[in-house]
């Protein structure tokens, strides 16, 4: 199989909350939008991800989380918490050496916030 193209698809149980969560809380910048304005679905970059919230569901998404890589973690955490959104877990070093914090979205959907630091492996060249 060849993949060309590939995205994370959420129906999330209440739609304008959450494109006003994903589009102007976290602020994530629009690949694309598409359908009537009553039924509108928008892919969201990730990074070098999408996200595609659309369509309606009658239960929140079971076992989705999605993992967001930024450069400021303590920044986003201040910023989004000034914002009302759910802060789980404020941000912490963990043993594996990344910064992480979590969220959650207006379904309960869990986001980890990471920050990696400037002394981690993954930030030196292992060839």
Known sequence: MEVLSSRVLLRPTDPA???AFYGDVLGLAVHREFGPPEH????????????EVSGHADQPPVGLGLWLQVR???????????????VTRPP?????????MWIDD?????????EIP?????RRDQR
């Open 17 to 19: 909350r959450s494109h």
């Open 40 to 51: 509108r679905g928008v892919v969201y970059f990730l990074g070098n991800g999408l996200l």
């Open 72 to 86: 400021d973690v303590a920044g986003e955490h201040e910023r989004l918490a000034g914002a009302g959104v759910s």
């Open 92 to 100: 912490r070093r963990e043993p594996w050496g990344l910064v992480e």
């Open 106 to 114: 207006p379904d309960g959907v869990r986001i980890a916030l990471v």
């Open 118 to 122: 400037e002394d981690h492996p993954l």
